[in-house]
């Protein structure tokens, strides 16, 4: 255990307070970390967490992952017990997720993914036009032949999500210092030590280091090691139309869309919309950008062409978003090869909020050196050089 008389010593640091660092610093401390603190460069989830679209499925291609959703869900739908805090809220509404493809090698990676959930145990439903109608009276049908529900799905709220862990972390010892650049790491041969601030330096006999799309910037002058991470911009869009997309609608995965458009009920009338396809290449530090007009008129063309009454939408709002994006599309989590004292979690690729409970559990525990509930191999640093990315259908 470090020195607990020294107020700039502690057992553990979290760097980055989005939604997959508050979490990692509950659960450390939950796990009986010593004193932990959590640093954030602006407020609580303030970063890329705010951003989010914040959409709640088990549907992944990738094996690894089904299971880190089903675990996070669990936490999701209990998640006032799950934190012990009968006031904690995080947004959840249970609408349920419809995939839909058409007859095309996208549709069949659709039945596969739904396959290895049903394989998992999870509910996973194959279900024909006229039951996906049923549950979005708006649906266009006509050139789809694949439709997948999973009814144990919907959305929740980020900010809702990330402050609630940060409550529960501050009541259970853990220290949480906002608006507080962290500008290094502190390292002695091959051993992270601590971080330094703009404030001066922390020292820890562990760092968490769950930067989001500033990973890179952190770890590389420190260590020396590449850091295989961009950032990507994403747009998001919302659309008014005249028969409101509805909070009991499910979210939609529309695979047959030029852009494999995802969209969800927002502001309980209005659809959330999003490209789902790789996104510009940008500066983390630029911040917001503006929606261009051609790329809202072509999202908006996809979905007035797969939701009656869209045709007619007006745009209410556009942002953007950032994804931390590894090669494969995938986290890496767990230690830095060759350092001592720091472990990652890093390139969440849009996954982050969904996965953030299990995400952060699993840090906490390898952190500690504890057994982890899911083994992290697959997610290990190594892989890329290995030649075992982590790479669904």
Partial sequence: MTDRASPQSYDLIVVGAGVVGCS????????????????ARGGIAEGTSSQSSSILRTHYSVRENVELARRSWAAFTGFRDYLGDEEADCGLVRCG????????????????????????????????????RELLPLLRTDDLAVFGHEPEAGY??????????ARAARRL?????????????????????????????????????VANVWTNR???????????????RHEVMAFEAPRPYLPSYPVLKDMASASMVYARCYGRSQLLASPGLAGEVTDPDEGQADVPLDTIAAL??????????????????????????????????????????LQVGFGFSG???????AVGRLLAQSALGLPTDVPLAPYRFERGGEGALLVGR
Avoid at 175 to 187: D, F, I, P, W
Avoid at 194 to 204: D, F, L, R
């Fill in 218 to 232: 952190l770890l590389e002058p420190a260590t020396g090691t590449t850091i295989p991470l961009v950032a990507e």
């Fill in 97 to 132: 997720y419809l995939i839909v493809g058409a007859d095309d090698a996208r549709g069949e990676a659709g039945r596969a993914s739904l396959a290895q959930q049903r394989a998992m145990g999870i509910r996973a439903d194959e279900i024909d036009a006229a039951q996906a």
């Fill in 24 to 39: 990692v610093a509950w659960h450390a401390a939950k796990l009986g970390a010593g004193r932990v603190l959590l640093v």
């Fill in 173 to 209: 010892g853990v220290e949480v210092r906002q608006g507080l650049k962290v500008t290094g790491l502190a390292t002695t041969g091959s051993k992270v030590t601590g971080i330094v601030t703009e404030a001066g330096p922390c020292s820890a006999a562990t760092v968490v280091c």
């Fill in 300 to 341: 908006g063309e996809q979905v007035a062409a797969r939701l009656e009454s869209f045709e007619e939408a007006g745009v209410a709002s556009t942002w953007t978003g950032l994804y931390d994006v590894t090669p494969d599309w995938n986290p890496v989590l767990g230690p830095l090869p060759g350092w001592d004292g």
């Fill in 156 to 165: 929740a709220d980020a900010y809702l999500t990330a402050t609630a862990f």
């Fill in 351 to 357: 996954h982050g909020f969904k996965l953030s409970p």
